[in-house]
Nanobody, 113 residues
Framework: QVQLVESGGGLVQPGGSLRLSCAAS??????LGWYRQAPGKQRELVAS???????NYADSVKGRFTVTRDNAKNTVYLQMNSLKPEDTAVYYC?????????WGQGTQVTVSS
């Protein structure tokens, strides 16, 4: 069973920055990604990175968020800059391998003054 452990969420003022981390228990994956879900809304893709290094961002975060990975640590990061109140959500790490989809427990990000 693949395990994903997230960290790095918290409360930040508008315009601030946070870095989320997700440590995976496996180095085997097709896609690593970050999703978020705000209250009353559907879960949405924020950013993803394939094993080959292709990166995809939601339009709403382009230019502000950066996804990277450390292969030696089996860890994927989400650097979030210029945060806005509308970025407030629970952020989930996602790992896709073969036909399986795994999720982390989620970490709360709140952007508020």
């Amino acid at each position: 069973q693949v395990q994903l452990v997230e960290s790095g969420g918290g409360l930040v003022q508008p315009g601030g920055s946070l870095r989320l981390s997700c440590a995976a228990s496996t180095s085997i994956f097709s896609i690593l990604g970050w999703y978020r879900q705000a209250p009353g809304k559907q879960r949405e893709l924020v950013a993803s990175i394939t094993r080959g290094g292709s990166i995809n961002y939601a339009d709403s975060v382009k230019g502000r968020f950066t996804v990277t990975r450390d292969n030696a640590k089996n860890t994927v990061y989400l650097q979030m800059n210029s945060l806005k109140p509308e970025d407030t959500a629970v952020y989930y790490c996602n790992l896709q391998v073969f036909l399986n989809n795994y999720w982390g427990q989620g970490t709360q990000v709140t952007v508020s003054s």
